[in-house]
């Protein structure tokens, strides 16, 4: 089993910044692509940004130039700096794991951007 617990969410004025934190435990062994998902309440998950076991990252393209996406593989935890937050950024922000055959998920930590 792999366990995953976020940290960092909150309230923020649109312009701020924010870091979530990821830490991965468990049976972690053969893990590769870790990242985020956030989902507002009535619509689908939506995929945000990932790091693979090699440190290459991706984001989609609404959070391009203000996220970004890293892992430290000694403590375990994939980070999400987040920039210059707008109101259309608040969601439940959600990591994940991946392996053959597998993905994990964490509980979600809410962000919430005001005007």
């Known amino acids: 089993q792999v366990q995953l617990v976020e940290s960092g969410g909150g309230l923020v004025q649109a312009g701020g910044s924010l870091r979530l934190s990821c830490k991965v435990s468990g049976s972690i062994f053969s893990i590769n692509t870790m990242g985020w998902y956030r989902q507002v309440p009535g619509n689908e998950r939506e995929w945000v940004a990932r790091v693979t076991s090699g440190n290459r990252t991706d984001y989609t393209d609404s959070v391009k130039g203000r996220f970004t996406a890293s892992r430290d593989n000694i403590k375990r935890t994939v980070y999400l700096d987040m920039n210059d937050l707008r109101p259309g950024d608040t969601a439940v922000y959600y990591c994940?794991?991946?392996?053959?055959?597998?993905?994990?998920w964490g509980q979600g930590t809410q962000v919430t951007v005001s005007s």
């Open positions: 994940y794991a991946s392996r053959a055959g597998g993905r994990y």
